[in-house]
C-alpha cells in the first residue's frame, strides 16, 4: 500500500484541531517513569492542558536519539522492572480514557524482540494511532511501514538536517500523518537556538511533503513555541516536561504546558 493509498489515522485529527489552534503540541512521556501510575497522572495533566497529541516511549537501554534526561528516564523505567507488556496493557487503558491521539515512540530492538508484525499488531489493538521509532531509517522500514498501514496506523517519518533534499524528497513521499523534524543535530534535550538556520530547515522539509510538520529537540518555552507558529504545524515537547515533572511533580507538568500557548 503506497502512502498515498494509505488512510492516515492522524493527519485529519491534526487539521481538525488546527482549524481551532494556530499549533498544536505533542507531549513526550517514557513510561515506566517514574511509575505507569504516575504516568498516569502526568497524561491527565497533560490532557487537561489542552495538550493535543502525547508520544508514549517505551524504555530502551540504549536510547541513542535521547539526551541525558530522557535517557536516565529511561534507565529508571527498566531498572524498577518496567516490562513491555505492562505497557501495552497501561497504553490500551490510556487511549480508551482520553480522547486525543497517542503514538508509541521506541527503538526498533524493541520491535524486533516481540517480533516486528507482532508488536505491530498489539501496538493496533492497544489504540495507538502511530509509531516513531527513530531508528529504523526510510531504506530499512518498507516491511514495519506496510504492516503499520495494514494495521491502520501511521508510521512517522523523521526529517534532519543533515539529509539532502533528495533525501527529504524520498522520506516526504511516504510520510504518513505528520513528519518529525529534528530541529538540530544531536540528541534530545539540549539548547536548540530557534533562529533562520531552523527557520531554512522547516522550509526545507516544508518543500519536501504535504504532510503536516512536527518540530522537536529543544522546544522548552513559550517564545520557542511562538518561533514555531506559522512555520509547522506541531511543537514537540519532552526533555522540559519531564524536567518540570521532576521539580513539581505531575500538577507542575500542567502548568507548564498551560504556559506554552503564546496566545494563553
Known amino acids: 500500500m503506497s ?14 484541531k ?8 505533542m507531549a513526550h512521556l517514557v ?25 508514549l516511549q517505551i524504555p530502551f537501554s540504549e536510547p541513542i536519539a535521547d539526551g541525558p534526561v ?25 487511549t480508551l480514557t ?11 530492538n524493541i520491535l524486533h524482540a516481540r517480533g516486528m508484525g507482532q508488536f505491530i499488531s498489539d501496538a493496533a489493538k492497544a489504540g495507538v494511532k502511530g509509531l516513531i521509532v527513530p531508528d529504523l531509517p526510510l531504506q530499512e522500514a518498507g516491511e514495519a511501514i506496510a504492516w503499520s498501514r495494514e494495521a491502520g496506523l501511521d508510521w512517522i517519518q ?4 543533515t ?28 539548547n536548540t537556538s530557534f533562529d533562520d538556520s531552523v527557520g531554512a530547515f522547516v522550509t526545507r522539509c516544508r518543500a519536501a511533503t504535504k504532510a503536516p510538520l512536527a518540530v522537536g529537540f529543544g522546544v522548552k518555552n513559550a517564545e520557542d513555541v511562538a518561533y ?12 522540559a516536561a519531564i524536567a518540570a515533572h521532576r521539580e513539581g511533580g505531575a500538577e507542575a507538568v500542567g502548568r507548564f504546558f498551560r504556559g506554552l500557548r503564546p496566545a494563553d
Not at 18 to 25: F, G, H, M, Q, Y
Not at 46 to 54: E, F, R, S, T, W
Open 98 to 108: 482520553h480522547d486525543i491521539p497517542f503514538l508509541i515512540m521506541t527503538y526498533v
Open 158 to 161: 523523521l526529517m534532519t538536517p
Open 3 to 16: 502512502a498515498a493509498a494509505h488512510t492516515s489515522a492522524i493527519e485529519p485529527i491534526i487539521r481538525e
Open 70 to 94: 530522557i535517557a536516565q528516564a529511561n534507565q529508571a523505567a527498566i531498572d524498577a522492572g518496567f516490562r513491555v507488556d505492562a505497557g501495552l496493557e497501561a497504553i490500551a487503558e490510556i
Open 31 to 55: 513510561l515506566g517513569y517514574p511509575s505507569i501510575e504516575e504516568n498516569k497522572k502526568v497524561i491527565a495533566q497533560m490532557v487537561d492542558a489542552g495538550v493535543d497529541l502525547i508520544e
Open 163 to 190: 539529509s539532502h533534499d533528495d533525501r527529504l524528497a524520498a522520506i516526504g513521499a511516504e510520510a504518513d500523518g505528520f513528519v518529525y523534524c529534528v530541529a538540530r543535530r544531536g540528541v534530545t534535550g539540549k
Open 18 to 25: 488546527l482549524s481551532e489552534k494556530p499549533i498544536l503540541l
Open 228 to 239: 514555531l507558529q506559522g512555520k509547522a504545524e506541531i511543537a514537540v515537547v519532552g526533555t
